[in-house]
């Protein structure tokens, strides 16, 4: 399936199946805002500034699941009675994690470095309510395959979208049939938040 059929999903029935304690986002991120806004009418978000691991010898999957851990828990501490939402995405090219780039030389590098090859983007989630000793970890993987990019291509790329906030120097959902062939598996996975699998896991919460 090609991006441009994917890049609006259809947004998720409100999820209302069962009472849920507060909510709590902790991340910055405005995707994952509108992401999460899909499943939930109502939450807080206030960004963690927990120190995320960058050993990726631990697996991917493992990597973004401890790193979402530790920004749930994190703000656990402050708000016990909040059932807390932590997250975290990572492109990996042959097993090699590859996060926000430090600045628009090393985003061009990377999008070259993934041009005309498939990488895996990998999120994962934690759920955690402090005050009764509860939590959840999950983790999602999607395959991307990018076209094959020359440099005009990935200039005019960069021209339109910022990356220096984004995890392998590219948005799907900011111009990205210009650069995806096509998505395998969750699309809002790649966006940043894994609505299907989370959505589940929040039903049977």
């Not at 960069?158 to 699309?187: F, N």
Request: with cysteine; net charge neutral; hydrophobic share 45%.
């Amino acid at each position: 399936m090609t991006p441009d059929s994917r890049m609006n999903p259809t947004p998720a029935t409100t999820l209302l199946t069962r009472s849920l304690p507060p909510v709590l986002l902790a991340s910055r991120s405005p995707r994952r805002v509108e992401l999460l806004r899909r499943l939930l009418p109502g939450f807080e978000t206030v960004p963690s500034n927990a120190t995320e691991l960058e050993d990726a010898s631990i697996g991917s999957r493992r990597l973004c699941e401890l790193n979402a851990q530790r920004k749930a828990l994190a703000m656990s501490e402050r708000f016990p009675d909040h059932l807390v939402i932590g997250a975290d995405t990572l492109v990996f090219l042959d097993g090699v994690p590859m996060a926000k780039p430090a600045d628009p030389a090393e985003a061009r590098a990377m999008l070259s470095r993934l041009s005309g090859r498939t990488h895996e983007v990998v999120t994962g989630v934690c759920l955690v309510l402090a005050r009764a000793s509860r939590m959840r970890l999950l983790s999602e993987v999607t395959h991307v395959r990018f076209r094959a990019l020359d440099d005009a291509a990935i200039g005019d790329y960069l021209s339109r979208v910022d990356v220096l906030d984004k995890a392998g120097a590219y948005a799907v959902q900011e111009h990205g049939d210009l650069i995806v062939e096509r998505v395998e598996g969750s699309l809002t996975n790649v966006i940043g938040l894994p609505i299907e699998a989370l959505r589940n896991a929040l039903e049977r919460w």
